[in-house]
C-alpha cells in the first residue's frame, strides 16, 4: 500500500497470538527493508513502513516465511478479524484464536467475501479476562453466560443473534453475505455496517440473512488501561502489558520486547487492539522484571502514562490523505488530553482527515487538522460539527487548558 513514506504491508496476523521470533524478524524485515518504524494498528496488526520498490519483495518474501503474509492480496484485504488477547491462555467459552484461523480461512476459501469492504472487521471475544467491549466492529461474536454466543452487528448493542458457538461462524458469514447483497443493490453506497444500519434501520441486515436478533441483556464492561499495562496476573495467566506512544514502534524496540519475551517470558506475544503487546510471562516476577526493561527503553508500562490520553493518526506527510502533521505538537498537549480524559482515559484525538481513521469513536475533545490550523470537535468525532474552526496551536492549547481547568464555556 502506498503512503506519504514508501509503501506500507502488514504483517498478517491471524488471531492474536505472535511468537518472539517472528517480533524479532519482524523488526529486522523494518529494520533492512524499511524505514524502522512498525505501526501498532487498533486492529492489532502490525504496519511496516518506508518499504521501497527495491526492498519490497524481500520484505514479502521474509514475511512470508514466518507466517505472517495473507496468502493473496485479496485475502489480506478482507481478512480482518480480531480476537481475545490472552485467548487459549485465560479461561473463555471458546478459543478465539481457533475461530479466527477457522473464520479466515473461509474469507479466503470463499471468492463472494471479496466484495466487502476493505475495513469490514469481524470481532471474536471469547468472554475471558480482557473484554472487547470498547473495540467496535461490524460483526461480533460475544460469549454469553450460558455457553452460547451473541452475535452483534455494528450500532446495535442492545440486540442480537443468539447462537450455539458452533454455529457461530455460520451466523456471522451469513450476516456478511447479507451486507454485500444489500450494499450491492443500494449501489455500493454502504461503506460499512453502521452506514447501513443508520440508512435501512437495525433489522435491515438480520432480516436479509434470514436470522431474527433479539434483545441482549448482558454487557460486559471494557477492559480498562489498568488492566492491560504494567506487571499482571488474571486468573492463571501473568503478562506484562507494553506500549508504544500512538502505537508507533521503532524496530529496536520490538526486537527488545522480544527478547524481554525469551528471556523473562514464555516466548510468546499478545496483539492487542489498544496498541499495546502482552509479553506472557511464568509468573508476575517475571512481569515485573519486564516492566523494568521496558522503561529504559521509554516505552508505556503504566495506565497513568499521559501519553495514554492523546490518539493520533500518521498524519502528514505519511498519509497522503492528510491535510497536516498530526504529531508535531502532541507531547505538548498531552498533559492537558490527561486532565479532560473521557470514561476510556483519551482526551484528546489529532486526525489529519475527516475519515478519523485513528479512532472511530467520540472523543472529548478530536482536533481536524484543516488548511489554517485545527478545526475543534467537542464529544465527537473527526466527522463531527466543529465547535470551532481554523484555529492556531496556541488557540488550541488556550482551548485545551480552559476545559481541563473547568473554565470552559
Known amino acids: 500500500m502506498p503512503s506519504g513514506d514508501g509503501l506500507l504491508i502488514r504483517a498478517k496476523a491471524v488471531g492474536s497470538r505472535m ?24 486492529r492489532a496488526q502490525l504496519q511496516l513502513r518506508g518499504i521501497s520498490e527495491a526492498t519490497i519483495a524481500e520484505a514479502l518474501r521474509r514475511l512470508d516465511a514466518i507466517g505472517m503474509l495473507a496468502p493473496s492480496a485479496d485475502a489480506e484485504r478482507v481478512t480482518n478479524v480480531i480476537a ?29 467475501m471479496r466484495a466487502l469492504p476493505p475495513k469490514f472487521l469481524f470481532l471474536l471475544d471469547d468472554g475471558g479476562a480482557l473484554s472487547l467491549a470498547d473495540v467496535e466492529a461490524d460483526i461480533r461474536i460475544e460469549a454469553i453466560a450460558n455457553g452460547a454466543v451473541a452475535i452483534h452487528i455494528a450500532d446495535v448493542p442492545d440486540r442480537a443473534v443468539f447462537a450455539a458457538v458452533n454455529d457461530a461462524l455460520d451466523v456471522a458469514l451469513r450476516l456478511a453475505r447479507a451486507f454485500i447483497e444489500l450494499r450491492d443493490r443500494h449501489a455500493n453506497s454502504f461503506r460499512r455496517v453502521r452506514t447501513l444500519v443508520e440508512a435501512l434501520g437495525a433489522d435491515a441486515l438480520p432480516r436479509a440473512a434470514g436470522l431474527v436478533m433479539r434483545v441482549s441483556r448482558e454487557a460486559r464492561a471494557p477492559a480498562r488501561w489498568a488492566h492491560i499495562f504494567g ?4 486468573g492463571a495467566v501473568a503478562f ?3 506500549g508504544a506512544p500512538f502505537g508507533r514502534w521503532r524496530a529496536e524496540e520490538l526486537a527488545a520486547v522480544a527478547d524481554f519475551a525469551e528471556g523473562e517470558g514464555t516466548g510468546e506475544l499478545r496483539l492487542t487492539p489498544w496498541r499495546a503487546l502482552l509479553i506472557v510471562t511464568p509468573d508476575e516476577d517475571n512481569a515485573r522484571r519486564v516492566v523494568s526493561r521496558a522503561q529504559d527503553h521509554d516505552l508505556i508500562t503504566s495506565a497513568d502514562d499521559k501519553r495514554l490520553a492523546v490518539i493520533a493518526c500518521p498524519g502528514a506527510p ?13 507531547m505538548d498537549l498531552a498533559p492537558l488530553a490527561q486532565m479532560i480524559g473521557g470514561a476510556d482515559g483519551v482526551g484528546l484525538h489529532l486526525s489529519g482527515c475527516a475519515k478519523g481513521c485513528a479512532r472511530q469513536s467520540a472523543s472529548p475533545i478530536t482536533l481536524l487538522a484543516c488548511a ?3 478545526d475543534l470537535i467537542e464529544n465527537g468525532g473527526a466527522d463531527g460539527a466543529p465547535r470551532f474552526r481554523s484555529l ?3 488557540a488550541v492549547l488556550r482551548e485545551l487548558s480552559a476545559r481541563a481547568s473547568g473554565r470552559a464555556q
Do not use: K
Open 19 to 42: 511468537s518472539a521470533a517472528q517480533a524479532r524478524e519482524i523488526a529486522r524485515i523494518a529494520d533492512g527493508c524499511g524505514n524502522g518504524l512498525i505501526d501498532l494498528s487498533q
Open 84 to 112: 481475545s488477547p490472552l485467548a487459549g491462555l485465560a479461561a473463555g467459552a471458546f478459543d478465539a484464536n481457533a475461530m479466527a484461523v477457522e473464520l479466515a480461512a473461509e474469507l479466503q476459501r470463499d471468492a463472494a
Open 231 to 234: 506487571a499482571q496476573r488474571r
Open 240 to 242: 506484562a502489558g507494553v
Open 318 to 330: 505519511e498519509c497522503p490523505q492528510a491535510v497536516a502533521e498530526t504529531r508535531a505538537h502532541v
Open 372 to 374: 489554517e490550523g485545527f
Open 392 to 394: 492556531t496551536f496556541e
